[in-house]
T-cell receptor
Framework: AQSVSQHNHHVILSEAASLELGCNYS??????LFWYVQYPGQHLQLLLK??????LVKGIKGFEAEFIKSKFSFNLRKPSVQWSDTAEYFC????????????FGGGTRVLVKP | SQTIHQWPATLVQPVGSPLSLECTVE??????LYWYRQAAGRGLQLLFY??????ISSEVPQNLSASRPQDRQFILSSKKLLLSDSGFYLC????????????FGPGTRLTVL
């Protein structure tokens, strides 16, 4: 069965600092990868996704993620965070063999101090 | 455009009472539908998913059940709630045969007392 690990449960940083959130998955076959974000009081929404092609994926709000197949990783990055990036971030994996299902990591709560 | 609705937004129920949470999707046909429970620090746990009317797959044994009486309606139910059923329940949909991206509803906060 596929599993997804997010290494940090809580991250606190100041505005303009760089952010990197780790995500590792356990499935060895073909995968689609996602990062979702949940801002306080809002719906879970898609930040970015990787299906194939360039392993460096750019998403909304200045976020990017890099798929490293050899490391089974899909880390999320942002060079300079803003207070409005305070949210919970979830990594998710859809393994082709798993069909219709997404497996989510445990989430990382990010607090950006103004 | 597609939209997804959940209701109620919040619910407080006594232990042993029944439950019915509803999810509807607009603007698409034959979606795959999903129920998740979100617990702090534990991410989203998939409870049920459905690829069509009357077709329900259960992911974890529990006190809950799901039904899909119409193409774009997905219901989460329980005959007798337990304290451990408290949580935040999310409904999601995706295009059948799509690449895996799911779209989420606003959620229902359930408190069982």
């Amino acid at each position: 069965a596929q599993s997804v690990s997010q290494h940090n449960h809580h991250v606190i940083l100041s505005e303009a600092a760089s952010l990197e959130l780790g995500c590792n998955y356990s499935y060895g076959g073909t995968v689609n990868l996602f990062w979702y974000v949940q801002y306080p009081g809002q719906h879970l929404q898609l930040l970015l996704k990787y299906f194939s092609g360039d392993p460096l994926v750019k998403g909304i709000k200045g976020f990017e993620a890099e798929f490293i197949k050899s490391k089974f990783s899909f880390n999320l990055r942002k060079p300079s965070v803003q207070w409005s990036d305070t949210a919970e971030y979830f990594c998710a994996v859809n393994a082709k063999a798993a069909g219709n299902k997404l497996t989510f990591g445990g989430g990382t709560r990010v607090l950006v101090k103004p | 455009s597609q939209t997804i609705h959940q209701w109620p937004a919040t619910l407080v129920q006594p232990v042993g009472s029944p439950l019915s949470l509803e999810c509807t999707v607009e603007g698409t046909s034959n979606p795959n539908l999903y129920w998740y429970r979100q617990a702090a620090g534990r991410g989203l746990q998939l409870l049920f998913y459905s690829v069509g009317i009357g077709q329900i797959s259960s992911e974890v044994p529990q006190n809950l059940s799901a039904s899909r009486p119409q193409d774009r309606q997905f219901i989460l139910s329980s005959k007798k709630l337990l304290l451990s059923d408290s949580g935040f329940y999310l409904c999601a949909w995706r295009l059948a045969g799509g690449s895996g991206e799911q779209f989420f509803g606003p959620g229902t906060r359930l408190t069982v007392l």
